[in-house]
């Protein structure tokens, strides 16, 4: 590995304010987003909607980079072009989701761990020698009564260790993403114990492994009341929230911070992102960004319904939503921005 070549790597994914979109759903996944809306749960529905997003005009002005999945970086456009070359013909970097999933972790019930180590280092390898340049791990933490446990928090740190370890050396940026989830009716509080509790872990673990810091990128949650909790929080509170877990957990080296997005809706995804770099940006050591999925996609997605006929309606609210996020970067970032 290069330190110098991943650094560069990680840099380009931070510059000019931009950000990763992330379109890596799992097949299971993409076809659940497909059924709320009512598209068929096909092949060809899959990589129609991927091609209507990598050909949206002028989406490389906010997106530096996208993540796709195993199925999506081996297909093409309509007219053959693979999907690799629209990428990269449009300036963006191309990156690959290699986690396999999350499955039940043994003998903690409700909790989950991550798979996909075993033949990591030949898929990289090969993902490699298609020109991707960056990766994404996701390890999901839940908040409930008596969990998480240290056992399943040691359990997942270990392994997005090895996992951004085993990308370094591969030339590959690992985007590590512990996600401790929303869902719950936890405070904000407690949410900001535990991501700060699983971001320590973390880093101790990279560390552990020989990670380059300065060739990695996190991808952590904001910290946000869960979803039920009765005492939700403001855009402010959660910024102050965020920045504050993450500064008491982050080392300084790493260069970027690019948020998931969780289940937030699009706009308060936004917001949040934009309160962050408005008011609390000072004291910051890292950039703080975004690689959203669901506060990208989903009006897209709302809009397509997996009709050709709506693709230039779609391409819009994707790069409305792409563009009000780069705005955020700024702390620029305001709700007249919807109307317009
Ligand atoms: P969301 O922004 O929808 O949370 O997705 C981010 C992601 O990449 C999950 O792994």
């Given at each position: 590995?290069?330190?110098?070549?991943?650094?560069?790597?990680?840099?380009?994914l931070?510059?000019?304010?931009?950000?990763?979109?992330?379109?890596?759903?799992?097949?299971?996944?993409?076809?659940?987003?497909?059924?709320?809306?009512?598209?068929p749960?096909?092949?060809?529905?899959r990589?129609?909607?991927?091609?209507?997003?990598l050909?949206?005009?002028?989406?490389?002005?906010?997106i530096?980079?996208?993540?796709?999945?195993d199925?999506?970086?081996?297909?093409?456009?309509?007219?053959?072009?693979?999907?690799?070359?629209?990428?990269?013909?449009?300036?963006?970097?191309?990156?690959?989701?290699?986690?396999?999933?999350?499955?039940?972790?043994?003998?903690?019930?409700?909790?989950?761990?991550?798979?996909?180590?075993?033949?990591?280092?030949?898929?990289?390898?090969?993902?490699?020698?298609?020109?991707?340049?960056?990766?994404?791990?996701?390890?999901?933490?839940?908040?409930?009564?008596?969990?998480?446990?240290?056992?399943?928090?040691?359990?997942?740190?270990?392994?997005?260790?090895?996992?951004?370890?085993?990308?370094?050396?591969?030339?590959?940026?690992?985007?590590?993403?512990?996600?401790?989830?929303?869902?719950?009716?936890?405070?904000?509080?407690?949410?900001?114990?535990?991501?700060?509790?699983?971001?320590?872990?973390?880093?101790?673990?990279?560390f552990?492994?020989?990670?380059?810091?300065?060739?990695?990128?996190?991808?952590?949650?904001?910290?946000?009341?869960?979803?039920?909790?009765?005492?939700?929080?403001?855009?402010?509170?959660?910024?102050?929230?965020?920045?504050?877990?993450?500064?008491?957990?982050?080392?300084?080296?790493?260069?970027?911070?690019?948020?998931?997005?969780?289940?937030?809706?699009?706009?308060?995804?936004?917001?949040?992102?934009?309160?962050?770099?408005?008011?609390?940006?000072?004291?910051?050591?890292?950039?703080?960004?975004?690689?959203?999925?669901?506060?990208?996609?989903?009006?897209?997605?709302?809009?397509?319904?997996?009709?050709?006929?709506?693709?230039?309606?779609?391409?819009?609210?994707?790069?409305?939503r792409?563009?009000?996020?780069?705005s955020?970067?700024?702390?620029?970032?305001?709700?007249?921005?919807?109307?317009?």
């Amino acid at each position: 590995m290069s330190p110098r070549k991943l650094a560069d790597t990680a840099r380009a994914l931070l510059a000019n304010d931009k950000g990763v979109l992330a379109m890596d759903e799992s097949i299971p996944t993409c076809n659940k987003r497909f059924a709320s809306v009512g598209i068929p749960q096909t092949t060809e529905a899959r990589r129609a909607y991927r091609e209507m997003i990598l050909t949206t005009p002028g989406l490389a002005a906010s997106i530096s980079g996208v993540i796709l999945c195993d199925e999506t970086i081996r297909q093409q456009k309509k007219d053959g072009t693979p999907f690799l070359n629209v990428i990269a013909d449009a300036g963006m970097i191309a990156g690959i989701k290699v986690d396999t999933g999350a499955v039940d972790l043994s003998a903690h019930p409700g909790e989950r761990i991550t798979k996909g180590l075993d033949g990591l280092r030949e898929r990289l390898n090969e993902y490699a020698r298609m020109g991707a340049r960056f990766a994404k791990w996701r390890a999901v933490i839940t908040i409930g009564p008596g969990i998480p446990t240290r056992g399943c928090i040691e359990a997942n740190a270990q392994d997005l260790a090895r996992y951004a370890s085993l990308c370094q050396e591969a030339g590959m940026v690992p985007i590590v993403e512990p996600e401790v989830l929303m869902n719950g009716d936890h405070t904000m509080e407690r949410c900001q114990e535990f991501t700060g509790e699983v971001l320590h872990a973390v880093f101790h673990q990279m560390f552990e492994q020989g990670v380059l810091l300065e060739g990695m990128l996190l991808k952590p949650n904001m910290v946000l009341p869960g979803l039920t909790c009765s005492k939700q929080k403001s855009i402010d509170e959660v910024g102050h929230a965020t920045v504050q877990c993450l500064l008491r957990s982050v080392p300084a080296a790493v260069p970027g911070i690019l948020f998931l997005s969780g289940g937030q809706t699009a706009t308060l995804a936004s917001a949040r992102l934009n309160a962050m770099n408005q008011k609390f940006s000072a004291p910051l050591p890292w950039e703080v960004g975004f690689s959203f999925a669901r506060a990208i996609q989903q009006p897209a997605l709302d809009i397509w319904r997996g009709d050709e006929a709506n693709t230039i309606g779609a391409q819009h609210a994707l790069n409305h939503r792409a563009s009000c996020n780069r705005s955020a970067r700024r702390g620029e970032y305001n709700a007249s921005m919807e109307k317009s």
